[in-house]
């Protein structure tokens, strides 16, 4: 995702999540881990706001809605 919305190597960003009760369990989990793969300053479970990278993955049967904001 961080290729698709064209950041820089280094850029921090703040990540967005929508999922059920599993996903947001596991990001709260491995927040610390996501955040520091991705560079993510924040991870926040709700909708992305409309000028963030959105994208839309089924993870063998789970919905989650993922989005992507430089900071």
Known sequence: ???EAAFDLADRI????L???D????M???AAYIQAET???TLLNEAAPADA???DFD?????VRLGVKRN
């Open 1 to 3: 995702m961080r290729r």
């Open 14 to 17: 703040t990540t967005w999540y």
């Open 19 to 21: 999922g059920d009760a």
């Open 23 to 26: 996903i947001a369990r596991v």
């Open 28 to 30: 709260q989990m491995h």
């Open 39 to 41: 560079l993510s300053t």
């Open 53 to 55: 990278h959105s994208a």
């Open 59 to 63: 993870l063998d049967g789970v919905k």
